[in-house]
């Protein structure tokens, strides 16, 4: 029996095959899923939410509401986990056995930064979004002066050849 380095391609290549001659004998792409869908046995959604804590079945700790400051609140959270941290120290060293419920504690603050965190990524997506089209913007307008004075620069050699070329004769 023979077997090769590589299995044999899918079908689908001969829905292509006469593509160069006529790009509309394709067929379309199928349509974007919407909703959820299963992959690999899990269930996926398109809708791209980040889940309430509550949702999490975890503990909030910072302030409810649509008007959050994120800036105090991670603070707040950060002195609040250095705290524990010390505390969890102070019971290793004199109470080992209750360790458990510091770390549990730990734990939840972190998942409370986490979720704050996270929830600053599509401000974080935008902003990085629109450095990237800036950056874009001003290369462009860079080589467009580029090739302004590129182009001045050949005028003027054209001038001069042809001031040079009419001296000649």
Known sequence: MATASYPPPPPYYRLYKDYLENPKS???????????YVCFGANYTT????PTLEEQGVRQLYS??????FKKELRSLNRELQLHILELADVLVERPSQYARRVEEISLIFKNLHHLLN??????????LIHILELQIQRRKQAVEDIKR?????????????GTLDGHY
């Open 119 to 128: 929830s600053l990524r599509p401000h974080q997506a935008r902003a990085t």
């Open 47 to 50: 809708d791209d939410v980040l």
């Open 64 to 69: 409810k509401g649509p008007n959050i400051d």
């Open 26 to 36: 394709a067929s379309e792409p199928p349509p974007a899923i919407e909703g959820t």
């Open 150 to 162: 590129r182009r001045e620069e050949a005028q003027k050699l054209h001038k001069e050849s042809l």
